[in-house]
C-alpha cells in the first residue's frame, strides 16, 4: 500500500478535504474520542513555531498518541537537506537517512521547512519537504514549505466558514502587508486556496511587484473554478475591501527579489501604509479579520483591529489543532 503525504493541499481530492473538514468539525464538537493509542508522531522543525508545535502536540495528545517534537541543531545532529553536498561543514546528518529512520520508529513524521536562500527558481520546487517525503516511508505532513502550509490552509477555511456560514460568493480580500523582513508565501498562497476552495470570490490585493508566484495563482484559479468561486487581482486595496467579508493581511516578499532582502526593503519602502487599520475594518460588510499568526501589531494589522469582535486570529489559531486532529486519524486509519 502507499503511503499518503500531505504536501499541499490541493493534491487531495476536493472531497477528500470536505471529508477532513467535516471530521474537524465533528472532533471540535467533542464526537470524537481516542483513535490514535500508540501511536507516534515525529515533529521536526527546521524553523521557529508556536502553534503548529503545541497544537501537533495536543493533538496525539488528547487521541492517546504520543508525540515527539525534534530540532536539528539543537540538542539533535544538524541536518543536511542537499543532494550530493560534501558534507565537510557544520551539517551532520543527511534527510536521506534521517528521513528513513524517523519512519522506523513513528507513525507519521511531521516537518516544518521554510526556504532557506537562494533564488525562487530553486525554493519554488520546494526540494526539502518532498525529497524528505520520498527518503520516508510514512506519511510526511507538511508544517509549512516554501511553498504551502496545509495544515493553516484547513484551519483558515474552517475558520471561514464558521464566522460566515456559507462563505460562497462572499468576498475575501488577502491583502499584502507591509514587514519589516522579506517573508515567504507559503501562507498567502494557502489563504487564497482555503477562500478559493470554500467557493469565495478571492480579491488578492497587492502593490506591484509583489505578485504570487504563478503556478500558485492557477492553482488558487482552479480551485475557485471548481466551487464557483472567482479570483482577481488588484494594486487598489481600499477599494477591494469596500464591502468585503473577510480579509486576511500578511506580508510577503518580491519573488523576483527572493534571496535579496535588502533590495526588497528598498522596493516595499513606499508601501508602509498597506496596513490593517480600523478605517480599513469600517469599510468591510462587518467583515472577519483572519491571520495566521504571529502577527506583528501596527506593522501588518493595528491594535484597533486585533481586539476587535471581528478579529477571528485566535479561533483561528484554535481551529488548528481541529483539523490536525482529523488529520492525523485520517492518515493513522482511525477516522
Ligand atoms: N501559524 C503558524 O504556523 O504558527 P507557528 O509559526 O507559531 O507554528
Same mark, same amino acid.
Given at each position: 500500500?502507499?503511503?499518503?503525504?500531505?504536501?499541499?493541499?490541493?493534491?487531495?481530492?476536493?472531497?477528500?478535504?470536505?471529508?477532513?473538514?467535516?471530521?474537524?468539525?465533528?472532533?471540535?464538537?467533542?464526537?470524537?474520542?481516542?483513535?490514535?493509542?500508540?501511536?507516534?508522531?515525529?515533529?521536526?522543525?527546521?524553523?521557529?513555531?508556536?502553534?503548529?508545535?503545541?497544537?501537533?502536540?495536543?493533538?496525539?495528545?488528547?487521541?492517546?498518541?504520543?508525540?515527539?517534537?525534534?530540532?536539528?541543531?539543537?540538542?539533535?545532529?544538524?541536518?543536511?537537506?542537499?543532494?550530493?553536498?560534501?558534507?565537510?561543514?557544520?551539517?551532520?546528518?543527511?534527510?536521506?537517512?534521517?528521513?528513513?529512520?524517523?519512519?522506523?520508529?513513528?507513525?507519521?513524521?511531521?516537518?516544518?521547512?521554510?526556504?532557506?536562500?537562494?533564488?525562487?527558481?530553486?525554493?519554488?520546487?520546494?526540494?526539502?519537504?518532498?525529497?524528505?517525503?520520498?527518503?520516508?516511508?510514512?506519511?510526511?505532513?507538511?508544517?509549512?514549505?516554501?511553498?504551502?502550509?496545509?495544515?493553516?490552509?484547513?484551519?483558515?477555511?474552517?475558520?471561514?466558514?464558521?464566522?460566515?456560514?456559507?462563505?460562497?460568493?462572499?468576498?475575501?480580500?488577502?491583502?499584502?502587508?507591509?514587514?519589516?523582513?522579506?517573508?515567504?508565501?507559503?501562507? %498567502?498562497? !494557502? &489563504?487564497?486556496?482555503?477562500? $478559493?476552495? #470554500?467557493?469565495?470570490? =478571492?480579491?488578492? @490585493?497587492?502593490?506591484?511587484?509583489?505578485?504570487?508566484?504563478?503556478?500558485?495563482?492557477?492553482?488558487?484559479?482552479?480551485?475557485?473554478?471548481?466551487?464557483?468561486?472567482?479570483?482577481?487581482?488588484?494594486?487598489?486595496?481600499?477599494?477591494?475591501?469596500?464591502?468585503?467579508?473577510?480579509?486576511?493581511?500578511?506580508?510577503?516578499?518580491?519573488?523576483?527579489?527572493?534571496?535579496?532582502?535588502?533590495?526588497?526593503?528598498?522596493?516595499?519602502?513606499?508601501?508602509?501604509?498597506?496596513?490593517?487599520?480600523?478605517?480599513?475594518?469600517?469599510?468591510?460588510?462587518?467583515?472577519?479579520?483572519?491571520?495566521?499568526?504571529?502577527?506583528?501589531?501596527?506593522?501588518?494589522?493595528?491594535?484597533?483591529?486585533?481586539?476587535? %469582535?471581528? !478579529? &477571528?486570529?485566535?479561533?483561528? $489559531?484554535? #481551529?488548528?489543532?481541529? =483539523?490536525?486532529? @482529523?488529520?492525523?486519524?485520517?492518515?493513522?486509519?482511525?477516522?
Amino acid at each position: 500500500m502507499t503511503k499518503r503525504d500531505l504536501i499541499a493541499l490541493e493534491e487531495w481530492g476536493l472531497g477528500e478535504v470536505e471529508d477532513l473538514l467535516g471530521l474537524a468539525a465533528r472532533v471540535k464538537r467533542g464526537e470524537v474520542r481516542g483513535g490514535l493509542e500508540g501511536k507516534l508522531l515525529a515533529a521536526v522543525f527546521l524553523d521557529p513555531s508556536l502553534r503548529t508545535r503545541a497544537s501537533m502536540e495536543a493533538a496525539m495528545f488528547l487521541h492517546g498518541g504520543h508525540a515527539i517534537v525534534l530540532e536539528p541543531g539543537k540538542g539533535s545532529w544538524a541536518w543536511e537537506t542537499e543532494k550530493g553536498v560534501v558534507m565537510d561543514g557544520a551539517t551532520v546528518e543527511h534527510i536521506a537517512e534521517a528521513a528513513p529512520v524517523l519512519g522506523r520508529y513513528a507513525d507519521v513524521i511531521g516537518l516544518r521547512s521554510f526556504p532557506r536562500g537562494g533564488d525562487w527558481a530553486t525554493a519554488r520546487r520546494d526540494a526539502i519537504i518532498r525529497d524528505f517525503a520520498a527518503y520516508c516511508g510514512k506519511p510526511v505532513v507538511n508544517l509549512e514549505s516554501a511553498r504551502r502550509h496545509p495544515c493553516q490552509e484547513l484551519a483558515d477555511a474552517l475558520t471561514l466558514r464558521e464566522r460566515l456560514g456559507d462563505p460562497r460568493g462572499r468576498r475575501f480580500v488577502l491583502s499584502w502587508a507591509w514587514h519589516p523582513k522579506q517573508l515567504p508565501t507559503a501562507v %498567502p498562497a !494557502s &489563504a487564497a486556496l482555503a477562500a $478559493a476552495r #470554500n467557493g469565495m470570490d =478571492v480579491v488578492i @490585493a497587492r502593490p506591484p511587484g509583489y505578485d504570487l508566484d504563478p503556478d500558485d495563482l492557477a492553482a488558487v484559479r482552479g480551485l475557485a473554478a471548481a466551487t464557483g468561486g472567482s479570483v482577481a487581482v488588484t494594486d487598489d486595496l481600499d477599494d477591494a475591501l469596500q464591502g468585503a467579508a473577510a480579509v486576511y493581511p500578511k506580508s510577503w516578499g518580491a519573488l523576483d527579489l527572493f534571496g535579496n532582502p535588502e533590495a526588497d526593503l528598498a522596493r516595499r519602502a513606499p508601501h508602509r501604509d498597506w496596513r490593517m487599520t480600523a478605517a480599513r475594518l469600517g469599510a468591510m460588510d462587518r467583515g472577519v479579520v483572519l491571520h495566521c499568526l504571529p502577527v506583528r501589531r501596527n506593522v501588518e494589522i493595528d491594535d484597533a483591529v486585533l481586539d476587535s %469582535p471581528q !478579529s &477571528a486570529v485566535v479561533d483561528e $489559531a484554535e #481551529n488548528r489543532l481541529h =483539523v490536525q486532529r @482529523a488529520l492525523l486519524l485520517t492518515l493513522l486509519g482511525a477516522a
